[in-house]
């Protein structure tokens, strides 16, 4: 029976260092896309002020 609990026991930790693992990996790919929208929002306000400039110019 030991052995049974025992065996139990080191599948939780798997369990759970996988699970800690993959929302480690989409909590990074989140942020790399999040990051990514932030620089292209900046990026199209950029153009689109400076398409605003050059009418007035």
Same mark, same amino acid.
Do not use: H
């Given at each position: ?14 369990? *759970? /260092? +996988?699970?800690?693992? &993959?929302?480690?990996?989409?909590? #990074? ?11 292209? *929002? /900046? +990026?199209?306000?950029? &153009?689109?002020?400076?398409?605003? #400039?050059?009418?007035?110019?």
């Amino acid at each position: 029976m030991c052995m049974c609990k025992g065996e139990g026991a080191e599948f939780l930790l798997i369990w *759970l /260092g +996988f699970i800690i693992t &993959t929302l480690f990996f989409i909590g #990074i790919v989140v942020l790399r896309a999040s990051k990514r929208k932030i620089l292209t *929002l /900046g +990026f199209t306000v950029q &153009t689109s002020q400076n398409q605003r #400039i050059d009418p007035e110019n």
